[in-house]
C-alpha cells in the first residue's frame, strides 16, 4: 500500500470529515492498494486531551540526554568533549546536558530510546 497524499485539515479533500470529527481530525491520507485496485482514506485523530504539570525550561536543559556518535566522526567527538559530554563505552553513547548542546549539530545525533540510562549526577 502506498501513501500518496497526506493531507491537513481544511485542505481540499478533507471537508467532510472535517465536519465529522471537528478539532479532533489530525490530517487525512489517501492510500492506494496496487494488488486490489483500490483507494482508501484513513484519517488520524486525538483521541485524549491532558494537561500537562507546568515544567520549567531550567530543568530541561539540565536534563542529561544520550548522543550517538559515528566512530572517526572527530568533529563531532570534539564538540561533544567541550560541551562537558561523558563517554560511556559499555553502550558506547555520549551523555550530555541538553542545554549544552542545543541548537548545535550535536542535537540532531541525540537517541530517544537508548537502551541503558545513566544516571544524573
Not at 493531507?7 to 494488488?35: F, H
Not at 485496485?37 to 530543568?59: D, G
Request: hydrophobic share 35%.
Amino acid at each position: 500500500m502506498i501513501t500518496r497524499l497526506k493531507l491537513k485539515p481544511g485542505q481540499k479533500g478533507t471537508k467532510a470529515v472535517v465536519q465529522k470529527y471537528g478539532d479532533d481530525l489530525v490530517c487525512v491520507r489517501y492510500r492506494y492498494d496496487e494488488a486490489s485496485r483500490t483507494r482508501i482514506k484513513t484519517v488520524e485523530l486525538i483521541v485524549e486531551r491532558k494537561q500537562l504539570s507546568p515544567s520549567t525550561k531550567k530543568n530541561a536543559d539540565e536534563m542529561i540526554v544520550p548522543v550517538q556518535i559515528a566512530y572517526g566522526a572527530t568533529k563531532l567527538g570534539k564538540m561533544a568533549r567541550s560541551a562537558g559530554g561523558e563517554w560511556d563505552p559499555d553502550v558506547k553513547l555520549w551523555y550530555i546536558e541538553y542545554g549544552k548542546i542545543k541548537g548545535t549539530e550535536l542535537e540532531q545525533h541525540i537517541i530517544l530510546d537508548a537502551e541503558k540510562k545513566k544516571p544524573q549526577k
